[in-house]
């Protein structure tokens, strides 16, 4: 398409003044604002002012998503299935899930949002230590480099802890990202609510030096609820062992922050990132978010925070020996245990091998199936609920399966790969992978439905039917027949009826070609189907043929 400005390069013009309004803008705070304020604090808290632990944080998380998943050289197109949290049974997913991604935005914005949060956190811990008449280098515990060691083990550790104690297959570093805003709110919550608003600025920079000029035609598209892929589980408990974190270290050094700025900056953080978003798939494509119950958990969690990390001895109950702010610190260790123990029953189970018409790839079988029972979440057995809201998911698309790995996985969804006609999966594990192409090809007759079939193929190998739809009949009768479209191995079938009988069968004409059907031609011209009798021509079909990803 030409460029609307002709020929005017003005998306490295937008993109040089973006760069020098942002260095003026930095420049004239930097001097309004005092030129050695702000390296004097910094190396005050942080080796040479740099805050390394976050260095060495996305450096790894960096490290995983390129040489672990094997996205270096396929940057939108990692491993995933792999390195998902499937199972006890499967402890490389476990240790691997929260530092692996499901592809390069998923990356980018959680390692955006650790540059902004983590050096809030790592501040607050700082490399230096902080007691009076304590010195640097007098023991390992004020050792800065020790320090810096002590945070990049403490991230991995929460890490692992939500991988391990989540559940369902988990995938990402956002419970870590949310666990550095936990520990930055309750002990730097001014610092923590600048992250938040600066955390907007930061992404609207990056993807405008990214793409200064976005040109967009209206399109068609396949999406789901923005709130349907959140892991709002992984999230809460990453949050809350944050805060178990900055209550420690609250407690060691003797100092609280004030309640009002803590209170503010938990409930500004919960409802900025859609910690209400508390939802459950029904059916196959059917999503219902229970937004006025999750708000309400959010304004409670926010007050039990504060309480636990900002009031004094207060008792709850005169004469007794609890006090609220035990009580508060009580019921935020109890909701993450409550999030371990429901994590149990997930990462526990033993999928059974339901794949049929699949494509085999080392220890995984992808197939295609429509409203089939979600295996995963039918494994699951919860106590006291048994299976009466895990039986209501049903699963359409492109499924991913392994035993050994006990993963489950629809990975395109149905509506997805009829928007696209043609998606890959990227299939592997630690030092290999290989792709599977899934291609539907649909005929859409006028005013009556499609019908359609999906090939699987491995790269080397023939393409495989894995699914093929119900025949479809089109609306208009042409001299008293009934033309049905029926996809049958090797291509699509016409069939004429009349009052219910066959009448005559026909293999579909190729582009351009013609066929004789019952006393009736057939035209086929590119991509549309015509039935011509005498003077009498009319459109029938169209062929959706199978297109590159993207």
Known sequence: MASPFGGVPIG???????????????????????????????????????????????AIVLAVYLFVQGAFGQLREPVVVAFRSWSYRYPLGMVTAAFAHSGLSHVTGNLLSTVVFAPVAEYAWGHFPTERGSQSFASSRTNPYARIAGFVVAVLLVGLATSVFVPGPLVGFSGVVFAFAGFAVVTKPVTAVFAIVGSRVVRVVYYSIQDPVLSRQATTQFVEPWWAGIAIQGH??????????????????????????????????????SLYAFYWQFGADRFVMFRGAGLAVVFVGATLIVAAVSTGDRRIVPRSSLTVRQIAAGLLLAMVLGIGLAAVPYNAVDISDTAENGVDVRDYTVTYAEDVPHEYVQSVRIPVIGDRLVRTVNASGVIVES????????????????????????????GWRETVVANRSTWNAVDAGTTYKVYLRRAGQSPRLAFAAEPVTVAPTVAGVNVTIEPVRGGYRLNATRNASVLDRTPMPAVNQSVRLAGLTMDRREDELFAVHDDTRIRIARYQRGRRQG
Do not use: C, K, N
Not at 16 to 38: K, M, P, Q
Not at 243 to 272: E, K
């Open 403 to 430: 035993d050994r790995r006990e993963a489950w996985e629809e990975v395109i969804p149905a509506g997805r790969l009829a928007h696209r006609g043609r998606s890959a999966v990227q299939l592997g594990g630690l």
């Open 236 to 273: 809460a408990l990453g949050l809350l062992l944050g805060v178990l974190l900055g209550m420690a270290l609250l407690a060691r050094r003797g100092t609280r922050p004030a309640a009002r700025h803590v209170w503010f900056a938990a409930l500004v953080f919960a409802v900025t990132e």
């Open 12 to 58: 490295p013009a937008s993109l040089v003044a973006l760069l020098l309004a942002g260095l003026v803008a930095v420049a004239a705070v930097y001097l309004l604002d005092g030129r050695r304020r702000w390296g004097r604090h910094l190396r005050q808290r942080f080796v040479l002012g740099v805050p390394w632990g976050t260095v060495v944080v996305v």
